[in-house]
Every structure is written in structure tokens, then in C-alpha cells.
């Protein structure tokens, strides 16, 4: 990454890398899916027979590989707790066909995810830090990394990055 004039930086200092430069450090991330992917994956989703719906269904109870409903108390971790608590324990719940996720160890951790994006500081994150930390980094579970809203800044154990290391979205 070369620095430049026009070097943005995150709140605490934190450096923004734009795009289209993560793409030259890793060129495998967050590749574009053509249209065909697209449909085989979605042939595997949930409710397939959407594709083939002429009209969508007025509404959709969707719980279905999701987590409990959980409670971030007081610290500003609401983008970790989306990104990885909800979507992250979904995605890994849904590929391995596990329709209801309700033990910590197969719930992902918010913390883990807060912790190493919120710049040292409870003062919230960025969805985009959040989703390249899971394709980098991974995603621990609760059980190896408990949630905590009084703790924003512990990194986790050598075991939560060796569980994490297994669950990259790339």
C-alpha cells in the first residue's frame, strides 16, 4: 500500500485502506460471484423455491439457523453483534445445516469481533471492519471468547485465534 495525500484515517487514527487496494494485498477476497455461482448457491439456500416463485411471500419468519435474541447492554458493539453474533453464526450454522444454533459453542463471539475493530475504544465500529476481520481473521465462538459489554479491549486467548483461523469467510 502506497501512502499518499489523499490518506483517510478511521476515528483514533486507525488507517483506511480503500478497496481497491485490499484487493491487490489479497486478491482472493471478496471475489465477484458471476451469475451462475450465484444460482447454484442460492439452489442450496434455505428456502429454494423462491427462485422459482413468480410473486414473493408477503412476509417471512426467518429464525431458522439464527441465534437467540441477544442483548449488547451498554457498550457500543451493535455492528459486532450484527456481523458476527447474528449473520456470521448464521452463515457458518446454515453451511453446516445446524437449524438452531443455541449453545455458546456454536454461537460466534461479538466480542472477538469488537474487540480488535473498535480502535481501542467503546465508541462503536464500521460494518466494513467488521466483515474483513471475518475474512481475514475469522470468528471465534462465544464459549472460547464470552461476551463481556464491560470488556472492549481484551484480544482474546492463543485458542481464540486458533478457533478463528478456522472460521474465515474466505
Same mark, same amino acid.
Not at 111 to 123: K, L, R, V
Given at each position: ?69 441477544? !442483548?449488547?447492554?451498554?457498550? =457500543? %458493539?451493535? &455492528? $459486532? ?69 464491560? !470488556?472492549?479491549?481484551?484480544? =482474546? %486467548?492463543? &485458542? $481464540? ?10
Amino acid at each position: 500500500f502506497v501512502f499518499g495525500e489523499n490518506v483517510k484515517y478511521r476515528a483514533g487514527g486507525c488507517l483506511y485502506i480503500p478497496f481497491e487496494e485490499v484487493q491487490k494485498i489479497h486478491p482472493n477476497l471478496y471475489k465477484k460471484v458471476d451469475d451462475k455461482t450465484m444460482m447454484e448457491l442460492l439452489a442450496k439456500s434455505p428456502n429454494p423455491s423462491l427462485l422459482k416463485a413468480t410473486t414473493l411471500p408477503t412476509s417471512v419468519i426467518n429464525t431458522k439457523y439464527l441465534p437467540p435474541v441477544g !442483548d449488547q447492554g451498554w457498550q =457500543g %458493539s451493535c &455492528n $459486532a453483534w450484527a456481523s458476527t453474533y447474528y449473520v456470521w453464526t448464521y452463515m457458518v450454522n446454515w453451511f453446516n445445516n445446524n437449524s438452531n444454533p443455541s449453545t455458546y459453542d456454536e454461537i460466534f463471539s461479538p466480542a472477538f469481533a469488537y474487540n480488535h475493530i473498535n480502535d481501542g475504544s467503546d465508541s462503536g465500529s464500521y460494518p466494513e471492519d467488521a466483515q474483513y476481520l471475518i475474512a481475514t481473521m475469522g470468528a471465534c465462538h462465544w464459549a472460547t471468547m464470552p461476551y463481556d459489554e464491560n !470488556d472492549y479491549t481484551t484480544w =482474546g %486467548s492463543t &485458542n $481464540a485465534y486458533l478457533e478463528a483461523m478456522r472460521y474465515r469467510s474466505t
